[in-house]
Structure formats: C-alpha cells, structure tokens
C-alpha cells in the first residue's frame, strides 16, 4: 500500500479542513490507518486512529470532539475532518498504516510501516 496525503492549507482559528489520505493496493480495506502530526521542533505526535472494519476509532486528548477520522474503503480513502482548528494544530500532517498483526499499538509511529508524505496545515490565529 502506498499512501498520498492531501487536503492541507492555512486556515483562520475556529476554521476546518479535511484531509485526505489515498492510498494505492487492493489490500487497504484490510489495513489500520492513523493520522500523525509533526510540528517544527517536536517529535511526531499521536492524532487519530481507525481499525481495519472502520468500526474501532482513537484519538488524542488533544483533538477529541474536534477532529473525527473516517473511512471508505471503496475508495481507498481514509479522512480527517478537522473542526474548530487552533493555532497549536499547526503541524504536518502524515498518514499511516499498518496490515494488523500483533498488538495495535496505534498512537505509536512505529506500529505502522507504511507513511504518506505529509501535508502541511497552517492555523492562524
């Protein structure tokens, strides 16, 4: 599976955006994907997660009740809608996945194997 992230751009405080992780290969409706953020200086952070069914969903305390992560496999796209965006969510933003086997250790960077490029969002305040 080979992921492309998209959808980013600069946006007031309180504003949304979706982003938009498409990814190539028949196997992705079997594969976990998660939404990671960098900002400039920090580690790469934990954002959200959704299991393989689309049934089993996780998030950072940080955007709980803000951001909803979603799925449509016939697609082969996977979303992050983000609403009532602040200044502190101002990062890149990487999508993941990962075949599941093993424990799902979803908010770890390192569980997932495969990584889209990332997509730049801006948040001003």
């Known amino acids: 599976v080979q992921l492309q992230a998209s959808g980013g751009g600069l946006v007031q405080a309180g504003g949304s955006l979706r982003l938009s992780c498409a990814a190539s290969?028949?196997?992705?409706?079997?594969?976990?994907m998660g939404w990671f953020r960098q900002a400039p200086g920090k580690e790469r952070e934990f954002v959200a997660a959704?299991?393989?069914?689309?049934?089993?969903?996780n998030y950072a305390d940080s955007v709980k009740g803000r951001f909803t992560i979603s799925r449509n496999n016939a697609k082969n796209t996977v979303y992050l809608q983000m609403n009532s965006l602040k200044p502190e969510d101002t990062a890149v933003y990487y999508c993941?996945?990962?075949?599941?086997?093993?424990?799902?250790?979803?908010?770890?960077?390192?569980?997932?194997?495969?990584w889209g490029q990332g997509t730049q969002v801006t948040v001003s305040s």
């Open positions: 993941a996945g990962k075949y599941p086997t093993g424990t799902y250790y979803y908010t770890r960077p390192s569980y997932y194997d495969q």
């Open positions: 290969g028949r196997t992705f409706s079997s594969y976990n």
């Open positions: 959704i299991n393989w069914t689309g049934g089993i969903t």
